[in-house]
């Protein structure tokens, strides 16, 4: 878009026409139209964008207008076309020629009338989309299969669908000079604390930028102003009942048109280690779950440093440990084969991503089985470090966020580098930075280690338990919602 401002709407016509033209390229853009037409004998125009509109609406529309005589809209036009000639209800008056142009490229109609400063804004817009489908990310084994598609309006019906209460509140946002793109701030206005609200309100409004580009994850760097730490400031969902369930314990969520994906915040790390599935069994099975992925999230980044640490450091591994370390020699450095190791896991990863559906099974066997034996073969790796590296690849896949999967990438790599070079000294200086950038990460304000920093007592316990829905009876404490209690 460029800077300059096209300023209000002119009664004529013609010169709103011109000036539409000379920004819009109408007359360039196949795809972009200015109909004109005639009601009841006065001169109008529809500015859209072919493809957006509903045709069935909006023919409906233009014959009760084309239909319209000459003494019933005098005087006072544009009130009468408003309120008495079109039969539709999402119909607003538009003053700037700006606001028209945005409008028409959103999708609705603009309807201009020939000696009013008005025009008329009427939504008939229909976009192309897919039908809501189970995320592939968060899949589950029971449960609602809908996930949320690329269509802004409809993933906040999915939230209504599961909110039907009169305090959910979804406000719209036009971010982006050229892009314009659509974005939605969806909260409870009763639970949310309203500072926080405002807070995540402020910097998106504060957002100066072309385009989203990247949709939910340009407007994340742009709120979270997070440049070189790993860890998620925000967590992404697919699903409208995890969406929910956050709107409920006083989070906000963000919705940006164009992806299916949406932004929960403020979060902590356990948000991120938290999965429906959970919440889809018996409390007894959902508290197994729980821990058993934590262990595999925790293995993601420690078991291979851990194994590495047992067998460089001589003396360290306790009694009966000592069948750890590989039994034959090896000619290159255990940190050298679990770093190409990494890399190959990754890249197989990266490569799978790239291959048609019906070869990537195909992929698989080849990288892991073929290259892998292989590679043991020629002495390139031992067999404990294959297995090491396979049990980490286990957790990683096994890790709820995809994004803290692959900020525990980055933690397993520093790791292994420093436990490679240093020993002891290297592991422990790497976990403490680790906990160090846990510690000073905030989410939003938010602090990220909750309920561990600052400590909270009921809180852990819900990190640890999954407690049953009818004892869950306050809402998390270091949201400060404005409705404290689920249950009167």
């Known amino acids: 878009m460029s800077d300059k401002q096209l300023g209000k709407i ?28 005639k009601i009841g004998d006065k001169k109008a125009g529809i500015l859209f964008v072919d493809g957006f509109v509903d045709d069935e609406t909006t023919t409906l529309i233009l014959q009760t207008l084309l239909n319209t005589r000459r003494e019933e809209l005098v005087p006072g036009t544009l009130e009468k076309v408003f309120n008495m000639k079109i039969p539709y209800v999402a119909v607003e008056p538009v003053n700037t020629l700006d606001d ?30 897919r039908d809501p489908a189970e995320p592939e990310i968060e899949k589950i084994t029971r449960g609602s299969r809908d996930g949320f598609v ?164 001589q003396g360290l591994p306790p009694p009966g440990l000592e069948f750890l370390g590989p039994e034959e020699e090896y000619a290159i ?22 291959t048609p559906s019906p070869m990537a099974t195909a992929l698989g066997l080849v990288g892991g089985l073929l290259i892998g034996e292989i590679a043991v073969e020629v002495g390139f790796f031992t067999p404990e470090v294959l297995l090491y590296a396979g049990l980490n690849a286990i957790g990683i896949f096994a890790t709820p966020s995809w994004e803290l999967s692959m900020a525990n990438r980055i933690i397993l790599l520093m790791l292994i ?20 950038r846990l510690a000073t990460t905030r ?3 938010y602090p990220y280690l909750w309920p561990l920093v600052p400590f909270n007592a009921s809180g852990l316990l819900n990190v640890i338990i999954r407690s049953p829905m009818p004892l869950q009876k306050m809402r998390p404490d270091y949201l400060d919602p404005v409705d404290k209690t689920r249950k009167k």
Do not use: C
């Not at 009664?11 to 539409?20: A, D, F, V, Y």
């Not at 770093?339 to 991503?353: E, N, T, V, Y």
């Open 417 to 436: 580098l420093l436990t490679g070079f240093f020993l002891t000294t290297g592991f422990v200086i790497g976990v403490l930075l680790v906990l160090v």
């Open 100 to 129: 028209a142009m945005f409008s028409a490229l959103s999708g609705p109609i603009v309807l201009f009338i020939d000696g009013e400063k008005q025009a008329l804004e009427i939504d008939t817009r229909i976009y192309p989309a």
């Open 333 to 354: 450095p255990l940190m050298v084969q679990f770093i190409f190791a990494h890399f190959g896991i990754d890249l197989l990863r990266m490569a799978s991503i790239h």
């Open 150 to 313: 690329e269509t802004m309006l409809f993933n906040v019906t999915l939230i209504r669908r599961r909110l039907r209460d009169p305090q959910l509140r979804s406000e719209a946002l036009r971010i982006g000079r050229r892009s314009a793109s659509d974005v939605a701030l969806v909260y409870v206005a009763d639970i949310a604390n309203p500072k926080m609200v405002e807070e995540v309100r402020k910097r998106l409004q504060e957002i100066d930028v072309d385009a989203l580009t990247m949709a939910e994850k340009t407007v994340e760097e742009f709120t979270t102003k997070k440049f070189w730490n790993p860890f998620p400031e925000v967590r992404f969902s697919e699903r409208p009942d995890v969406a929910a369930a956050h709107l409920m314990e006083g989070h906000v969520v963000i919705v940006v048109d164009t992806s299916p994906s949406v932004m929960i915040a403020p979060v902590t790390i356990f948000h991120h280690l938290t999965h429906a599935e959970e919440y889809r069994h018996d409390p007894i099975v959902g508290i197994y779950i729980r821990w058993v992925r934590v262990l595999g999230v925790l293995s993601s980044f420690l078991l291979v440093p851990l194994w590495m640490l047992m067998v460089l450091e």
């Open 443 to 445: 989410s939003f304000g």
């Open 10 to 37: 002119r009664s004529s016509i013609e010169e709103n026409q011109k000036l539409l033209n000379e920004t819009l390229g109408i007359d360039v853009s196949f795809d972009i139209i200015f109909r004109e037409i």
